[in-house]
Structure formats: C-alpha cells, structure tokens
C-alpha cells in the first residue's frame, strides 16, 4: 500500500493519483542495480 503525500490515505501500489484527494502519487524508485565481484579459482 502507498500513502499519499498529501491527505495521508491509503491506496493500492498500482494507484497514480491519490483515491480521497486526487492528488498525483509519486512513482517510485527503481531498484538500485547491485553488481558483485566475483573472483573463481580453479585447481588441479
């Protein structure tokens, strides 16, 4: 559920405006891309 900004309601996650004062929600953030180092050693 996200809250509006504005009046505090609830509304869905798929929600762009605000379901009691109409007010635009704001998107929200993309996932931040999260990159690993990975170091594979091989022996015999």
Do not use: H, Y
């Amino acid at each position: 559920m996200r809250r509006c900004p504005s009046c505090g309601e609830e509304n869905s996650d798929r929600a762009r405006f605000c379901q009691n004062c109409a007010a635009p929600l704001a998107e929200p953030e993309p996932a931040s891309e999260v990159r690993k180092v990975v170091t594979i050693v091989f022996a015999d």
